[in-house]
């Protein structure tokens, strides 16, 4: 297909456990952006890639948060021992250039933490 | 820092009427001004967008001003159609930077 894909779609995990989060953007496209959107919220910016390079990521909520773009292409948001407030869906989307084009999203993970 | 604040819902009209969702935000630049709409079952999508201000975006017979005066990028549209019902994000994102703000969301619910 041609758009954002995110796998897996849903996650259930014990708290502690430590998780990992794929985000495949859309081919060609330089800019990547992970978001957390807890229930009834908008989502909420974590962090940025331009191509390989993480540019942003002061959204990160703890150095439990981890996120890598080794190739420019797919990326993966990790997040060790998981605690119940990490509970959302989190969105990655993708745009062809700047941070500002349009922004492509996949449909996201939902992560439950028990 | 910067942030976008949006009418809270939910939000039910009958088809036909007029919709306005109010939209202000905060920036310490001049940001480009974005709303994405969320339909059910389906992900995120682009609605429209504004670049500088006075610009205008529209799409699908919505419309929203970028006023620098008023901090404001309010969505309207003239007659909803029940296929408008869906969740609408106001969104900011830096010209100067990599950060992207979302509002709370608005839900819309139109009724025949």
């Known amino acids: 297909g041609a758009g954002v894909s995110q796998s897996p779609r849903y996650k259930v995990a014990k708290r502690g456990q430590d998780v990992a989060l794929r985000c495949d953007p859309i081919s060609g496209h330089v800019s990547l952006f992970w978001y957390q959107q807890a229930l009834g919220q908008g989502p909420e910016f974590l962090t940025y890639?331009?191509?390989?390079?993480?540019?942003?990521k002061s959204g990160l909520p703890s150095d439990r948060f981890f996120a890598e773009r080794p190739e420019g292409s797919v990326s993966t948001l990790k997040i060790q021992r998981t605690q119940q407030e990490d509970s959302a869906v989190y969105l990655c989307?993708?745009?062809?250039?700047?941070?500002?084009?349009?922004?492509?999203f996949g449909p996201g993970t939902r992560l439950t933490v028990l | 820092g910067d942030s976008v604040t949006q009418m809270e819902g939910p939000v039910t009209l009958s088809e036909e009427a007029f919709l306005t969702i109010n939209c202000t935000y905060t920036a310490t630049g001049y940001p480009s001004l974005f709303w994405y709409v969320q339909y059910p079952g389906e992900g995120l999508q682009l609605l429209l967008k504004a670049t500088k201000a006075d610009d205008k975006g529209s799409n699908k017979g919505f419309e929203a001003t970028y006023r620098k005066e008023t901090t404001s990028f309010h969505l309207e549209k003239g007659s909803v159609q029940v296929s408008d019902s869906a969740v609408y994000f106001c969104?900011?994102?830096?010209?100067?930077?990599?950060?992207?703000?979302f509002g709370t969301g608005t839900s819309l619910t139109v009724i025949p």
């Open positions: 890639f331009q191509n390989e390079a993480q540019l942003d």
């Open positions: 969104a900011l994102g830096e010209n100067t930077g990599n950060q992207f703000y």
């Open positions: 989307a993708s745009s062809l250039r700047r941070s500002t084009d349009t922004q492509y």
